[in-house]
């Protein structure tokens, strides 16, 4: 059973960045695709970032232009680099995997995230 494991979260300023990463304990990044999705209190967990079996990436708007999806294959590891952070960034971090269909099909445990202001 192939497991996902999160790490990198923790406490950072506004304008600041950190780096989360995704590791895998098999070899199922290079066959399908990854996703970073968020969950603030409150609110229902959201996709941030996307990243394909063959590279394509997406972000949601709020991101774009401060996040930085990557996926290292032989590392069986994805990152989130996470640049110019905002307090309302502040949430637990998922990474799944997904199917061809992009829906999720494995999770990870989450890292938590807070930006102060």
């Known amino acids: 059973q192939v497991q996902l494991v999160e790490s990198g979260g923790g406490l950072a300023q506004a304008g600041g960045s950190l780096r989360l990463s995704c590791a895998a304990s098999g070899s199922i990044f290079s066959v399908n695709g990854v996703g970073w999705h968020r969950q603030a209190p409150g609110k229902q967990r959201e996709l941030v970032a996307r990243i394909t079996s063959i590279g394509g990436i997406v972000y949601v708007d709020s991101v774009k232009g401060r996040f930085i999806i990557s996926r290292d294959n032989a590392k069986n590891t994805v990152y989130l680099q996470m640049n110019s952070l905002k307090p309302e960034d502040t949430a637990v971090y998922y990474c799944?995997?997904?199917?061809?269909?992009?829906?999720?099909?494995?999770w990870g445990q989450g890292t938590q995230v807070t930006v102060s202001s």
């Open positions: 799944a995997v997904e199917n061809r269909f992009l829906v999720p099909t494995l």
